[in-house]
């Protein structure tokens, strides 16, 4: 490496001369700086992936992972994206912006447009699979715009590299992906902002997301109408189901009137709706419970909460009841969100 050369003069200093010790740059040079850029992030989670795997022989398990990475790997190079990273159940894509100077509008479009194409596909795989009587596919899916810090640094592996992706849009598209329910598309505010005049959207939600500070907003991708793509409705629930292992008391309820004798009681799981009771003994289906149980997340004491059983399994001692939430009130409610949305961890 030269010397650089003195202020004011236009002299050009000798080369240095040949060194004979061998070159280190290799092991000693910083890492390349990383670039800051907004980006368009999406990222798909397939529910369950691993269960579904290994409730296969080998072979049909193979063929079913390769169908499905090819709906996803299949649709990029129609709509602009470059595979981040595919890890266990799930991929990041981006989207990068094709018109330099603007506002990501673009790149932005190109993911809402793939997102819904993707969900279409994975809908005509899932008929497909029901047919050959193979496990069925729901990916959930979260698009994220923001500034993010991207480069390469050294990696050992045979690209010689490793990408590197930071930002909050990063861990945005990661809460968006797992809040979203099996089939759905959810998009950050900004995203909205660039894709509402080809789009379809809901109206915004805040959830407490794991991690945040403040809410997220986040809306639902419907449709794109300019394409005529639909994203296919596959998930009926009205809300997410978080696992839980809360210790609660039930009552049964009869002609209006509260019975004294308490049925301890655990809360295995949970949505904004409804629970699953695991009870020592039997409760009438279609019958009413009076419950109480705390929310930890949320620090709150939830009391005089009425339920009915909608759904009953019994094996061996165990009874499994499946209720739905029937006299609460809005802080119940707003509990209740928020302790689900704080047990959704980032996917």
């Known amino acids: 490496m030269s010397a650089p050369s003195s202020t004011g003069t236009d002299a050009t200093p000798p080369p240095e001369p040949p060194s004979s010790e061998p070159s280190s740059s290799s092991s000693s040079s910083p890492p390349p700086p990383l670039q800051e850029r907004e980006i368009t992030l999406l990222k798909a989670g397939v529910r369950d992936f691993a269960q579904m795997a290994a ?24 709509h602009g994206g470059v595979l981040a990273h595919w890890m266990d159940d799930g991929a990041a894509v981006l989207f990068p912006s094709e018109d330099r100077g603007g506002d990501g509008s673009d790149g932005v479009r190109r993911a809402a447009t793939y997102a819904v194409a993707l969900q279409m596909a994975l809908k005509e795989l899932n008929d497909a699979y029901r047919q050959e009587r193979l496990p069925p596919v729901y990916a959930g899916v979260g698009i994220a715009f923001g500034t993010a810090l991207v480069g390469n640094l050294p990696s050992s592996g045979p690209t010689g590299q490793a990408p590197v992706l930071l930002g909050d849009v990063v861990s945005d598209a990661a809460q968006l992906r797992a ?5 759905q598309v959810l998009v950050s505010e900004a995203v909205y902002q660039r894709c509402w005049t080809m789009a379809s959207l809901s109206a915004p939600v805040q959830v407490f997301a794991k991690g945040r500070a403040a809410p997220l907003a986040m809306r639902e991708l419907v449709a794109v109408p300019g394409r005529r793509l639909k994203v296919p409705r596959q998930e009926f629930r009205r809300s997410l189901r978080v696992e839980a292992n809360l210790a609660c008391t039930c009552q049964r309820v009869e002609g209006g009137a509260v019975l004294p004798h308490q049925l301890p009681c655990t809360v295995r799981d949970m949505g904004y709706h409804g629970a699953l009771l695991e009870l020592a003994e039997p409760v009438p289906l279609h019958g009413e419970l009076r419950l109480a149980f705390d929310l930890p997340i949320a620090r709150y004491q939830a009391r005089d909460v009425y339920a009915r059983v909608v759904t009953l399994h019994t094996t061996g001692p165990q009874v499994l009841a499946g209720v739905e939430f029937t006299a609460t009130c809005a802080e119940f409610d707003a509990q209740v969100r928020r302790f689900v949305q704080g047990m959704v961890a980032p996917g």
């Open 55 to 78: 409730s296969l022989p080998p072979p049909r398990a193979r063929e079913w992972m390769e169908r499905i990475l090819s709906c996803v790997h299949g649709l990029l190079a129609a």
């Open 179 to 183: 809040f979203a329910l099996r089939g």
